[in-house]
């Protein structure tokens, strides 16, 4: 009998456990997530409701979307953005997988010491090197273009050599050693070896460079400023408000259709993401 | 006619000699994307930025050598050059311990036993994936003193809320608050460091009597010491050249783009006066005098920050 009422007692103190941990994870969740409610109650709003201190909706005015595309070059912007995201990223994943495979899986002297050159570039603030890339792009007539944010991709770019190697080194050397007793050489070992082993890894260095480029403000500030035509959303966005007036609707319908894309890529590529992100942050 | 007089040993060495420069060869070849890259974007301007650094330069006459005077105005004469230091200096001491002590606290939130964890993981992390122009945008939103939700549930509390972005004593707190929403980055650095604290020490102290709080502090936080390091250093890199989020949040609130850093001054970090200087005055030279400066600093305090790690970074013997 006593038995079974400590049983009981031991059960219900399980499921109060359980009841106050849910509350505080959710105590927290709510804090996360309460802006995103906010913000999308916001983009459906009248004019006239987005001035008051309303949070519900009343009617629900999807015509918001819409106006936001028409009063604002939004598809030729995302367009833009697009464009310069996916180029340099593919920029990026050919340019940095020969470096991240001579420095994960060649025998060199000094690959060290080119490792260590590679990681101690990305300390670097990029304000040192802004004003003379400026002042190239500039005689190179590329200023007002896409160019300067697609071109560099293509020669290299520290942390994704470093998110590659870090991947490569743990591909077990047995495997490139018996393909290279065969007489295989080395571009061979890495484009039919490793690299199909290292997709997660690929894909990965891809979704970091797009997200970047897609979410960056500063580089596209600096080199498109000039030139209404080739704004990113960023850049269009940072905009938004030019006078004493804003349309807080209109402006959050905006921010609702830019971070979309970016939020459906998370959920696909949610696996590649979270191991990109330890690979560098933990065992690195 | 050289193959008559060459030893077995001798031959050998060539070969070996041979094979070696042709790995050299190889590993250049491979390299070489990087090492293109590496001179022309970085090398390069590097140089060159040192250089403007010492002359005047408008860009459209050629730089005019001043030795140091970009320098001495900076630290003698320049009064913005000295509330952008501190604008940024608050940042680092106030705003980076909190947003990565937050971010060391939802973690360890999300290390809990409970059904659903995946999902609390997700949403935890959802804001990180926000544009940052877009999280800023919607930040003046959330905090406008008489439209936004948050000082609406503060008036319902009974609290009057502050002017958050119209202020500049809470210009920065809210930009702090921005922060801590999207600290995902850091805190699925700091949830896969404590997933990977050995359990059998935590057990082993647990047997020794000692308590959640005593467990946590003296086991788990020196086990992850060197994930806090990590998130330390890059972070202060990273805060040292805060823009975005306060370039988009003090045009938004001030209505326009000329004057940077509103209000008054109080969003004024190093990075947006250097990009002012640099691309609305055209002050190439001063800008990069400022480049350097801020490289300098964050070199100095990242070392400051390695020589300090000997005595708290705890790591394990077998590492």
């Known amino acids: ?284 | 006619m050289a193959a008559t007089a060459i030893s077995p040993a001798a031959a050998r060495a060539r070969r070996r000699r041979r094979r070696r420069t042709r790995t050299y060869g190889l590993a250049f070849l491979f390299l070489s994307p990087w090492i293109v890259g590496f001179l022309l974007f970085l090398v390069y301007p590097m140089v060159a930025s040192l250089y403007f650094s010492f002359t005047h330069y408008d860009l459209l006459n050629s730089p005019r050598w001043i030795g140091l005077a970009n320098y001495k105005y900076m630290l003698e004469n320049d009064p913005f050059f000295w509330q952008a230091v501190r604008n940024t200096a608050w940042m680092i001491v106030i705003g980076l311990p909190l947003r990565l002590f937050w971010a060391l606290m939802t973690a360890t939130l999300l290390t809990m036993k409970v059904s659903g964890q995946r999902y609390y993981r997700t949403l935890y992390y959802l804001p990180t994936m926000v544009p940052p122009v877009a999280a800023a945008l919607a930040f003046t939103y959330l905090l406008n003193p008489d439209l936004g939700p948050v000082n609406g549930v503060l008036a319902h509390l009974g609290i009057p809320g502050p002017l958050w972005f119209f202020d500049p004593s809470w210009s920065k707190p809210a930009l702090v608050l921005l922060s801590l929403w999207g600290a995902g980055d850091a805190m699925i650095i700091y949830l896969a460091g404590l997933l990977d604290v050995p359990q059998t020490q935590i057990e082993a102290a647990k047997i020794d009597g000692a308590n959640a709080v005593r467990r946590y502090w003296h086991v788990t936080l020196p086990s992850i010491s060197p994930v806090i390091f990590f998130t330390l250093v890059t972070g202060l890199i990273w805060t040292f050249q805060t823009f975005t989020e306060a370039y988009v949040a003090g045009n938004t609130t001030s209505g326009q783009k000329d004057t940077l850093g509103e209000p008054q001054g109080s969003l004024l970090f190093y990075a947006i006066w250097l990009y002012q200087q640099g691309f609305r005055y055209f002050n190439m030279g001063y800008a990069s005098a400022l480049a350097w400066v801020l490289f300098g600093a964050t070199m100095l305090c990242t070392l400051v920050l390695i020589k300090s790690s000997e005595r708290w970074v705890h790591v394990e013997g077998n590492q």
């Open chain 1, 1 to 284: 009998m006593s038995a079974l009422a400590a049983h009981e007692r031991a059960r219900r103190q399980r499921i109060l456990h359980s009841v106050a941990r849910h509350s505080v994870l959710i105590g927290v969740g709510v804090v996360f997530v309460s802006p995103f409610v906010f913000v999308i109650f916001t983009a459906l709003m009248t004019r006239d409701q987005a001035l008051t201190r309303a949070i519900w909706p009343s009617p629900f005015r999807f015509q918001n979307f819409y106006d936001v595309l028409d009063q604002q070059p939004l598809l030729r912007w995302t367009w833009n953005t697009f464009l310069i995201s996916s180029l340099s990223s593919i920029g990026v994943v050919l340019s940095c997988t020969p470096p991240a495979y001579a420095l994960a899986r060649m025998r060199f002297r000094g690959r060290n010491a080119v490792f260590l050159l590679v990681l101690s570039t990305m300390m670097l603030p990029i304000q040192v090197t802004i004003i003379p890339l400026y002042v190239l792009f500039s005689h190179l007539g590329w200023i007002g273009s896409l160019k300067p944010l697609i071109i560099p991709g293509f020669f290299g770019d520290a942390f994704s050599i470093f998110l590659l190697r870090q991947f490569f080194m743990t591909i077990p050397n047995a495997l490139t050693d018996a393909a290279r007793v065969d007489g295989a050489s080395e571009l061979r070992l890495m484009l039919r070896v490793v690299v199909p082993l290292a997709k997660p890894a690929l894909v990965a260095v891809f979704l970091f460079n797009f997200l970047y480029c897609w979410n960056d403000l500063f580089a596209p500030l600096l080199y498109l400023g000039a030139n209404p035509d080739s704004y990113t959303i960023s850049l269009g966005l940072s905009e938004f408000r030019s006078s004493r007036h804003v349309d807080y609707e209109l402006m959050m319908a905006a921010c609702v259709l830019f971070t979309l894309p970016v939020t459906v890529l998370f959920f696909l590529a949610q696996r590649a993401f979270v191991e990109g992100v330890t690979v560098t942050g933990v065992k690195g």
